[in-house]
């Protein structure tokens, strides 16, 4: 399927790829590494970009405009517990609770290493970090989510499989990364009524956001959970919903015991300022009020962009409620084919998936963007897979 000279970018980026490890590149790692990539739209990290907009917009507006930007880069931001207090208005929970990390990836770290040392149970595919993060004291064991249940998860198998194993800490990610499957908040009520015997019960929402249970698209929180279930962690990357990956702002929610141990180890000043800003604006009602609407209005676009792309022959399109969708190359196609195919010809950065364990198959994911860029993408792929047809 490759040429030879898009066989030899695809051997530069396998390179990238292995210096990141079960990571993506990032967009300026290809532009400085391989500067012949052109790259018009990044359907491979996760984010909104009307959020980002929108951050945007009061960043030129209260810092760059009224001058305020100098102090922001100028000065120290405020330590761990100042900014806790921004995100315990907004999310109606104790600021001792709250547990402000720069970025999630920073909370997943410090809670694995911390409070799920000894044996832990990780669903797959999922989010690598979980597996890879873990101390090299820490047993780790896999529950498969079945490919011929398009990688749900089924609650009953999965509370027999946790207590037959008896696990010190679980993980569940919901809408799951790399599938996008939700669990309904009453499912997830169910599967934690079963695990009073579990010591963590650690839910990534990082994509809760884009998850909905009516025509509405209410919004969903796991707040109640924590407040009613002792031994549940929530953790939370502020990336993919408010599109703000590049200050790295995230948070974990849990005990106050274990936000003092962590703070008494470090982590008193892990934010940025501009960081800082956002938990600051976070919590005011103009911005929420402003972030809903954008919200909803991806959504809906996202959804609309997953049924189109399942009219395309040749892909496979799992049901999804995140910001991106699993695909599946039904017809051959390799999927580190298809990541330069898309790169080269179209300059559409898409993520392969052939290093999540857990996945059978030829397997790409693909983040929706703005409508505009939906359809661009969309036109890709059809102009694609329209030349593969023909060739068979």
Known sequence: MLTIQEREIAQKMQTLKNASGSHSPSIFTIAKEIPQIHIDIDACFLSNPYATSLFMDYIQKELIDSKKLRDILEFYPSQNAIISQYLSQSLDIEQDCIFVSNGAIEAIQAILHNFASNKIIVNIPTFSSYYE???????????????????????ESYIDFVKKHKPQSVIIINPNNPNGDYLPLDSMREILRNLAEVENVIIDESFIHFAFENADFTPISYIALFKEFHNVILLKSMSKDFGIAGIRAGYAIMQKSKIDKLLKNGYLWNSNGLSEYFFRIYGTKDFRDKYEIVRKKYIAQTQQFFNDLAKIQGLKV?????NF??????????SSDFVIKMLLKYGIYTRTCNDKIGLNGEFVRLASRTKEENSVILNSLKDLFGGINKAR
């Open 133 to 155: 993060f873990v101390t090299p004291q820490t047993q780790v064991i896999y529950y498969d989510l079945p490919k011929e249940n398009d990688y749900k998860l089924c609650i």
């Open 318 to 322: 799992y049901p999804s409620k995140a």
């Open 325 to 334: 969708a699993l695909l599946e190359l039904v017809n051959g196609v390799k």
